[in-house]
């Protein structure tokens, strides 16, 4: 889990590397930020895949709710940042991207209602 590891590893990293020149500071935030963010943009393309195959009819319902829900947590997660601090906000993500991993369809049990 790059979020668990990002709260482990991040207090250090930032006060180890508060001294350098605010160029550098940039490049290297945004080699930290780019594993998480190809993490957390890969569910939702992964899952319109899947809803081809299975649940076309259903794709517009899943852009609606996806368009819901980016615009919700954009201001939400700044709320819980003020107000509780940013290690919940990650902790709230990974929470409800594991969540979203269980509405998941076994894939073992896929298989095996082929084999049937």
Not at 77 to 86: E, H
């Amino acid at each position: 889990m790059i979020g668990l590891a990002y709260l482990l590893i991040l207090p250090a990293l930032f006060d180890a590397l508060i001294h350098l020149p605010m160029a550098i500071k940039i490049a290297i935030t945004i080699m930290l930020i780019a594993p998480m963010a190809l993490c957390m943009g890969m569910p939702f393309p992964l899952a319109i895949a899947a809803m081809k195959r299975n649940r076309a009819e259903q794709i517009p319902w899943a852009w609606g709710i996806n368009g819901y829900a980016s615009v919700i947590s954009a201001g939400l997660s700044t709320v819980i940042a003020i107000q509780y601090g940013f290690i919940t906000v990650i902790l709230c993500a990974i929470l409800l991207y594991l969540a979203a991993l269980m509405t998941f369809p076994d894939k073992s049990a896929e298989r095996d209602s082929y084999n049937v």
